[in-house]
């Protein structure tokens, strides 16, 4: 009885700089690569659709990066967020296992989305452009980049898939209640847009086409630019405030993890809670007192769905970074560029590669990943809502149930081992999964191996 | 810059004791009456349905009632929670006004209801009761219980309005992820619901069907207790940990309100946070150092929906607490019990009486009110959400109204007051209100004065 449960900082304690992994990787990450030219892609090239200052994040090979104090004032509306010792959990799994968790529900968007959108609604404002313009699937990333653009002023136009944009209309709210303009794509304005509905006035739309037509209005207008929510280095550089922030926690507890849990789509947000952590192991020390935990044997786990298992079954090599093949390639463990996953809850998981920072620390055997079924990862979600409380994202689940199996097997061996596992948001806008769960009407897809086969057999030669 | 947002407390500075107004009223509160002997309720009237330890509370005029331990663990969840000051908002108004608001949104269900929920819970299982009943409108009340009683091993079944239930599943959802069985009323499980079904197959229910489901199984079952979720005293009671809170933080940042706004249904959420205050103010003095400012002049307004005036035009006078006419008669502000006001969107304000205590405070002078019209107070949700970026309930937007009024009213006279608001919630789930808003297809509808004034009619003459 009264032990303590969340451990807070103060907002000065916000980090004053982010934490750039690139300067501690045992070899430089592998470039990418201009599909025209097959070279390395040049700043230049990238003009056009992102912020100088962006660009330069890219490529830095500076360990720690300013953070300006226009975005630390915006993080004050929610940062630092808490960490959560989950203590009831563990109670009811009667695990000698400290079990702790993040908390990004907290901020208003309700994930760890706006880390990275208030940054890059910063540096486009500096660089005097007025408007931004991205695709958004489920909504979350748009949703997120409202938020941010609406703090500086910046007005915000968002392709959202078709499909979404009908069947999920709260996070369009969420958009028009903080003043971007959502529109469904394909859209009529734009030619990409056009073309598509040209074929098919019903189309549903795929995150493909609302790509390019983001892409398409960057290009087109002087003062316009294109954001992306995860995948690119410089965005999960702005997400290691959870990360730094954790390091200071766990300092605060006189404690450090023995293994960390968190779900891959892209990769941004379990990035931005490990990479700090994953620096120290790089390193071999610590900037913190680790209470006698040897950083060289921290684990760190990827979880992801077995229907899109990029880590687990993908094969690491240069393919395009989206779906429609717009992007330069990237070298990363793809399921294909062309691949298209099975409709499972966890949207923000459905992506057929991963960051390309990540997928190096894989390669490296800096972290390892499992891959889990829907059925099992509500399950876990279940569990945590009973002990804990909050109702966490669909996506979130997958690292709920490596967490919590991780902790039973503690219980077995008697091991008192630090489990921190990254809670990347609430599940408000996913109850209707929570309700498909309960009814035992979710799908455990199979991973249809002979698709992903096809779409590998398409990427470059390079 | 670098100016400080959120005023936090540690979790050790959780309240150890719930503050009752009761012992610093001027005159006692009158006593609820007895509809069939016309004599006030004893405590052994109200046993069959209430735990013993709350009908204590319920009539106590003890300063000060100890908060279990186990309900302090509970309350570590999410408590103590912060206290904003609004800088953004003031720099958008350019007000030199100080504007304040708690944050009850970031309790799992995502409003200030469990603050009592887990209490009632907790008297629950330790006089050893199995099950506590209740009834939901919306499902906001309901899903508080479910929580409370999730974590305290008790069973918690719920009766939902019919017509909610299915226009609104996802806080039904909530309740069934959190264990609580929630049936759509009336239900063929009751006597009470059978007869109305038998009537009407398709009835959509009301809450006062809703109420005497639940009531009637509490009074048929051994170890099943009934629960209410605002206007009992004991609830008010509970609710006091946001306010003493809350005076801690003024403390800390050396300041005190001039003036404090909530929205007002039944009343506990505003009673929650201002009956700490209100209590300096009877007093004539405070326990903690109010920076100059006098206890006496502080100013208390609740809000209220233009179409539900209970405080603004209802007549103080003795009238059931619920619609159907199954509790005691409760000396409020009244619209007359069988008042239906009209579907406005704060579904939480939709009440035709208030709390006892609020109404004695009112007629003695101590507090005031205003009320408004829907689309008046969305659009100060929306500037709120513009500004603050949280997205609050449509309750919360009533008192949202009031403060930004008065901080324009400062910014016309130059005067620096101290403004606070009671933000007791998100709006996640009630985004369509906010479409409905911005689409212009909001209603602002009439009170309608003489279905209240037939509902008065038949108000008991005592």
Not at 158 to 173: E, N
Not at 415 to 420: G, S, V
């Amino acid at each position: 009885m009264g032990k303590q449960i969340k451990y807070m900082l103060d907002e000065d304690k916000i980090p004053k700089k982010w934490y750039n992994i690139q300067a501690d990787l045992p070899t430089p990450l592998d470039p990418p690569i201009n599909p025209k030219t097959k070279n390395p892609v040049e700043p230049e090239d990238l003009a056009p659709i992102f912020p100088m200052e962006l660009i330069k994040q890219e490529i830095s090979t500076d360990r720690w990066i300013p953070i300006p104090e226009e975005v630390r004032e915006v993080y004050r509306l929610w940062r630092p967020t808490p960490l959560y010792r989950a203590r009831r959990l563990e109670e009811a799994l009667e695990t000698p296992a400290k079990m702790y968790y993040n908390w990004e529900g907290v901020s208003p968007p309700g994930s760890h989305k706006p880390n990275t959108s208030v940054a890059q609604a910063y540096y486009n404002k500096k660089e005097g452009n007025e408007k931004i313009t991205t695709e958004t699937g489920a909504g979350q990333w748009g949703s997120a980049l409202a938020f941010g653009t609406m703090l500086f002023g910046l007005d915000a136009e968002i392709y959202m898939v078709s499909a979404s944009y009908d069947q999920k209309p709260y996070r369009k709210i969420l958009m028009e209640t903080w003043g971007a303009n959502c529109y469904p794509s394909p859209s009529d304005r734009t030619e990409s847009g056009r073309e598509v509905l040209k074929g098919d006035p019903d189309s549903p739309g795929s995150l493909g086409v609302a790509i390019s037509e983001a892409i398409e209005i960057a290009m087109k207008e002087e003062t316009t630019k294109y954001a992306l929510g995860s995948v690119l280095n410089y965005v999960l550089l702005h997400q290691t405030v959870q990360g730094l922030e954790c390091k200071k926690q766990f300092e605060m507890i006189g404690d450090y993890p023995d293994h960390i849990f968190g779900c891959t789509g892209g990769g941004s947000n379990f990035a931005g809670l490990f990479l700090p952590f994953a620096g120290d192991k790089l390193r071999g020390e610590s900037d913190i007192n680790t209470a006698g935990h040897d950083v060289q044997d921290l684990k760190i786990t990827h979880c992801e769905p077995a229907s899109c298992p990029t880590l687990t079954k993908g094969l690491y090599l240069y393919d395009h970074g989206d779906a429609a093949g717009y992007t330069p390639y990237l070298k990363m463990h793809s399921l294909g560029h062309s691949f298209i996953p099975p409709p499972i809850h966890a949207g923000g998981l459905r992506y057929h590669g991963d960051a390309p920072i990540l997928c190096k620390l894989q390669k490296e055997g800096v972290t390892d990943a499992v891959a889990f079924h829907q059925n099992e990862t509500f399950k876990a979600a279940h569990t945590f809502a009973q002990a804990e409380g909050f109702v966490i994202a669909p996506e979130t689940s997958h690292c709920a149930k490596a967490w919590i199996d991780e902790a039973l097997k503690c219980k077995k061996t008697g091991e008192q081992k630090t489990l921190l596992m990254a809670n990347s948001g609430h599940g408000h806008f996913d109850l209707g999964a929570y309700e498909a769960y309960h009814k035992g009407e979710l799908i455990d897809y199979e991973y249809p191996k002979e698709l992903a086969e096809k779409a590998l057999a398409e990427a470059p030669d390079i």
